[in-house]
């Protein structure tokens, strides 16, 4: 058991990864340059990134969706993004695996409010669950991606959590760790090919949005043509 454990906190880890930061790069180059061809072909140049960037950080924190008609699914997934991007990056435990294995490190969260970003993440993700469930719509559109993605990150939460908290485990030390260093690395392969992207891609998203809505000239023209509208008043 400690050489699966040496090898899937070694080189298992430092191959996801790359993986991870390669996959990610590649996500960020494309849609950029997918962007600029976008902005090019547009009829109109004008985009308003000052007021793109504002409704941005208005979707970071929703304060106008929790007004809304779907505030419960807004907060559940709000409880689970901030676990998500919060814990990986700042719990002291991931901050010193990281220094020994390359030697960077940077401030940490203190125990106690990792513990309850964990516990929010995984309510949330159990909310989020229940609402997919409950929800027709949602059960309709719902892929299987969805399910894994959402299934497989509540493992790596509540394993992560009983890794913490040892007395609260029910499984043996060794196969709980290797059940969460397994599921995060799992995460950290699929993220550049999955909708696990958005949280890299997410500043673009607003940009693509309203550049797709700046058509190229002529397109209109085009567009009623295909309909068999060709020649009709808009």
Not at 86 to 91: H, I, S, T
Not at 112 to 130: E, K, N, R, V, Y
Request: charged share 10%; aromatic share 14%.
């Amino acid at each position: 058991m400690g050489n699966v454990t040496h090898f899937v906190r070694g080189p298992l880890l430092v191959f996801a990864f790359m993986v991870f930061f390669l996959g990610i790069l590649r996500q960020v180059v494309v849609t950029v340059v997918e962007l600029w061809r976008a902005y090019e072909k547009a009829g109109d140049q004008h985009v308003p990134v000052s007021f793109l960037f504002k409704r941005s950080l208005g979707w970071i924190v929703p304060v106008n969706a929790l007004r809304g008609t779907r505030t419960f699914y807004t907060f559940a997934s709000l409880l689970f993004h901030a676990g998500m991007l919060l814990v990986p990056l700042f719990l002291a435990g991931h901050v010193e695996l990281i220094r020994k294995g390359i030697g960077l490190s940077w401030p940490t969260l203190p125990p106690g409010f990792s513990d309850g970003l964990t516990l929010a993440a995984l309510l949330g993700l159990a909310a989020l669950a229940f609402l997919r469930l409950a929800d027709r719509a949602s059960r309709t559109l719902g892929t299987f991606q969805d399910w894994f993605l959402l299934a497989l990150c509540f493992i790596a939460f509540l394993s992560g959590y009983w890794v913490a908290h040892p007395a609260s485990n029910p499984l043996p030390f060794t196969v709980i760790y290797l059940v969460h260093l397994l599921g995060a690395e799992l995460i950290l392969l699929l993220v550049p090919f999955t909708k696990l992207a958005h949280a890299a891609l997410f500043p673009f998203t607003r940009i693509s949005w309203e550049l797709g809505w700046h058509f190229v000239p002529g397109a209109g023209a085009k567009v009623r043509a295909s309909l068999g509208k060709a020649g009709e008043p808009v």
